[in-house]
């Protein structure tokens, strides 16, 4: 098999390699110097940014203006874009803007509500949802066409790719609304961050035994925890996460100001113990202002050196 667009991500997938990505939250201002520091400490260690999209629904630099600004300091961006803020026509406008400047890579998602962000009574659009957003970018790359019917002069090329929630409920559905993304267009898979590895595990047979994951790549999404109080956070409050008593008690279990540490050390356990499951083809490190942590956690996992691809 052989790469179809000039996506670095796409060819060391294609190439068998563990790929490596990672994300960075674009800034409230319009001093993109933060941006450049954050993505220059990753830089070596990933193979592809993620730059988020107006991430909890608060505005922030848009994702395309960052993905072109990493895209000239040579880096591999991921262009996230949500449904929730743009019609269908602002939409393929700025997919024929990413790729005038070479970015292949794109992440179809929904978005958090507005409610979540700092202006809760802006209205949504939602004119597509997020399959039908990665129904269009094929539809756009493979056969050259607008969801109006037109042709378009030259197509964009598109690495495409979704995220997936193996632990939202019900739990059920979670293997089903894998495959409708599969089968909307989705290249790729991001999943939200995982604490519950035996769940995990269990989602990923049920991927594997359905055939998925010899049809789409899987990045197995991680994130360091910070501290006990962070992660009884994720277990409470945050909808479709899932994060085990021991491993809050295992946060809680040590000095606080040892907890950075348990936490980068319990990510990179999950990392070592994902890398041997069937049909993970990589992860997805979530260290959102914590960036500089990205390399300890890549090299400890032995995801490093990188692999070169052309």
Same mark, same amino acid.
């Given at each position: ?187 790729? #898979?991001?999943?939200?961050? !995982?604490?519950?590895? %035996? ?7 049920? $991927?594997?035994?359905? +055939? @998925? ?66 049909? #993970?083809?990589?992860?997805? !490190?979530?260290?959102? %202002? ?7 956690? $890549?090299?400890?996992? +032995? @995801? ?7």
């Amino acid at each position: 098999m052989n790469a179809k667009t000039n996506s670095r991500l796409e060819k060391i997938l294609v190439a068998g390699h563990k790929a490596v990505t990672s994300e960075c939250g674009p800034p409230r201002g319009g001093d993109p110097s933060h941006i450049e520091e954050k993505a220059n400490l990753i830089r070596n260690h990933v193979d592809a940014i993620n730059i988020t999209d107006n991430q909890t629904s608060v505005t922030r630099m848009c994702s395309l203006a960052v993905c072109i600004r990493l895209k000239l300091m040579g880096l591999e961006p991921v262009l996230q874009m949500v449904t929730r803020d743009r019609n269908r026509i602002a939409l393929q406008s700025d997919i024929l803007g990413a790729a005038s400047y070479g970015i292949s890579n794109i992440l179809c998602l929904s978005g958090d509500h507005q409610s979540f962000g700092d202006c809760p009574t802006g209205q949504n659009v939602h004119d597509l949802d997020s399959m039908q957003l990665l129904q269009t970018v094929r539809l756009m790359c493979d056969e050259g066409k607008f969801l109006g019917g037109g042709d378009i002069d030259s197509p964009p090329k598109m690495f495409s790719g979704a995220a997936a929630n193996p632990f939202a409920d019900p739990y059920k559905i979670r293997v089903p609304r894998l495959a409708k993304k599969v089968a909307c267009g989705a290249q790729f #898979i991001q999943t939200q961050c !995982i604490y519950n590895v %035996e769940k995990f595990i269990d989602w990923m047979g049920k $991927v594997c035994d359905r +055939g @998925l994951h010899e049809k789409v790549f899987i990045l197995a999404g991680v994130t360091p925890l910070k501290s006990a109080g962070m992660a009884r956070y994720m277990k409470n409050r945050v909808p479709g996460m899932d994060v085990p008593d021991d491993v809050v008690k295992r946060m809680a279990g040590v000095p606080k100001e040892n907890q950075p540490q348990e936490g980068i050390d319990i990510c990179v356990e999950t990392i070592e113990r994902l890398k041997e499951v069937k049909g #993970i083809s990589g992860f997805h !490190i979530m260290a959102i %202002e914590w960036e500089e942590k990205v390399p300890e956690i $890549v090299e400890r996992a +032995g @995801l490093y050196p990188r692999p070169q691809v052309s």
